[in-house]
């Protein structure tokens, strides 16, 4: 196959269409684009959310081009399974090469479409370049299993082969992450995929796909699907036979919908839905490192991860002495454009997070909750909410039970470990929980008491590429990363081949 687009008719945006934007980024967005832009193709804007301002025009594509980027990803199936593993893995790794060469850029254009600080856009570039270099390598380690079968009458036999074509479903808060998480892994086992980027966010995965292009992935192997109508799009991809892999990174709500539409063809399904993370500070503990570590846990990313801490349970021993230092650190942020020198922490994603946040903040205090720090929206332009710290949160307010997904933290206080665990389990989601104590026993304890799927001891930060990323409960099926995630692409085939 000859490399070639990996975009399906994106525009191709010219300096004009990215205003602000250095020479080199709009030559990465262009590059990612399939075809410059056509008369009478619709399409919809990219903002600044730290201005408003419009970044660029992405074409807005309809369920007959979901039809014809799944048609690609046929195409290009059997040639691409059929690639060598070695090649698959050499491929990817050339990517991770060239995402390193060029992380500035990627960088800045996270920066922009999205609002996080350079500095964390940075840590997100490295970060997903890690599922490059991961799966890269996890490519050429597909094993099956050959030997006897117990009776000793036959021999048994165990493969793997690609799922077949796959459709991935993206969000808007980590945009080059969530990309490499799932795209890595499925080119790996030797699937074909169909992308759909968040709107909100779509400029930096046409960056990669033009990337992947260069790194020689093939016509057809990577498809971005640019659309503000996901319902539309996606209804057609999953009712089609063609089409065997789903995986969604999203809120709960439209997780439920697309598990019962993808029910039909009995697709294969990861989920990564959404969270409510309890933060656990023991009597015990250090409380250096565990305001260190609400700090990454709670405001990383403005807040708004499915990771991110939601509900900070504090002994109540050492409650006051923890609230008082995280507001003294909060206190020291520096809220601007995520392009700014000296930020740490960007704008919201819309002024509809700014609503929930303020709504959230009200409730709250309603039921009566303090504001130590923050609680409000700064006046000015763009999508900005303080960084706040809550004390006394009673455990009947409205964000015990709701994602926040902004920089609002939570203190609530309990009595004893089994108050803890009891509070702490009080959802029904289950992705990640955090606990700092300096009791080894107690870790132990609380690593099968605490219902999740990801457990970060003294660690503000549980990510890692090597590592099964996913969760129970409402918070999803499947698993991203290590080992484990190559083989939400790969279908187990059994042969027996009896003796004599």
Not at 144 to 149: E, F, I, M, Q
Not at 282 to 304: E, H, P, T
Request: aromatic share 6%; glycine share 10%; net charge negative.
């Amino acid at each position: 196959m000859t490399p070639v687009s990996t975009v399906a008719r994106t525009t191709r945006p010219d300096a004009a269409a990215l205003p602000g934007f250095p020479p080199h980024v709009v030559a990465l967005v262009r590059e990612g684009a399939a075809a410059p832009a056509l008369d009478g193709v619709p399409t919809f804007p990219v903002h600044d959310p730290a201005t408003g301002e419009v970044l660029a025009l992405v074409a807005d594509q309809g369920p007959a081009d979901a039809i014809r980027a799944l048609d690609r990803a046929v195409a290009a199936a059997d040639e691409w399974a059929a690639t060598p593993p070695r090649v698959r893995g050499e491929t990817l790794r050339r990517a991770f090469d060239l995402l390193v060469e060029r992380r500035e850029s990627f960088a800045l254009l996270m920066s922009l479409e999205m609002g996080k600080p350079l500095a964390e856009a940075r840590g997100e570039v490295a970060y997903g370049g890690e599922f490059l270099r991961w799966f890269s390598e996890e490519a050429v380690r597909v094993q099956g299993r050959y030997g006897p079968v117990p009776e000793g009458t036959g021999t048994m036999i165990v493969t793997h082969r690609p799922v077949g074509p796959s459709y991935l479903v993206t969000p808007w808060n980590f945009p080059l992450a969530m990309a490499t998480r799932k795209i890595a892994p499925a080119l790996a086992a030797g699937c074909t995929v169909v992308v759909k980027p968040a709107e909100l966010t779509p400029l930096t995965t046409i960056a990669f796909a033009g990337l992947l292009r260069e790194a020689g992935v093939p016509d057809g192997v990577v498809t971005v699907l640019t659309t503000t109508d996901a319902a539309g799009v996606t209804g057609p991809l999953l009712a089609d036979q063609r089409l065997r892999k789903l995986s969604f990174t999203g809120s709960t709500a439209v997780g439920r919908v697309l598990i019962a539409q993808a029910a039909e063809n009995v697709l294969r399904t990861s989920m990564e839905l959404g969270g409510n993370a309890p933060f656990v500070v023991m009597a015990d503990a250090d409380l250096d490192a565990a305001v260190d570590g609400a700090m990454l846990a709670k405001f990383r990313n403005g807040g708004q991860a499915c990771t991110a801490a939601n509900r900070l349970l504090v002994h109540e021993r050492v409650a006051d002495e923890f609230t008082r230092r995280l507001a003294e650190r909060v206190e020291a942020m520096v809220v601007g454009p995520g392009t700014a020198d000296g930020t740490t922490l960007g704008p919201l994603i819309d002024d509809r997070a700014v609503a929930t946040c303020e709504r959230l903040v009200a409730d709250a205090v309603a039921r009566g909750a303090r504001v130590v720090t923050g609680g409000s929206a700064p006046d000015g332009p763009g999508s900005f909410f303080a960084p706040t710290v809550l004390a006394d949160v009673p455990r009947d307010a409205d964000l015990m039970h709701q994602e926040i997904f902004g920089p609002v933290a939570a203190v609530t206080t309990f009595r004893d470990e089994d108050d803890a665990v009891r509070l702490a389990n009080d959802t029904p989601y289950g992705l990640v929980a955090y606990l700092f104590t300096t009791d080894l026993a107690c870790g132990r304890r609380m690593l099968g008491r605490l219902r999740t799927g990801m457990l970060g001891v003294n660690t503000g930060l549980v990510s890692n590429a090597a590592a099964p990323f996913g969760g129970v409960g409402h918070s999803g099926l499947g698993r991203e990363g290590g080992s484990e995630g190559i083989h939400e692409y790969l279908d187990t085939t059994y042969a027996l081949q009896p003796d004599g």
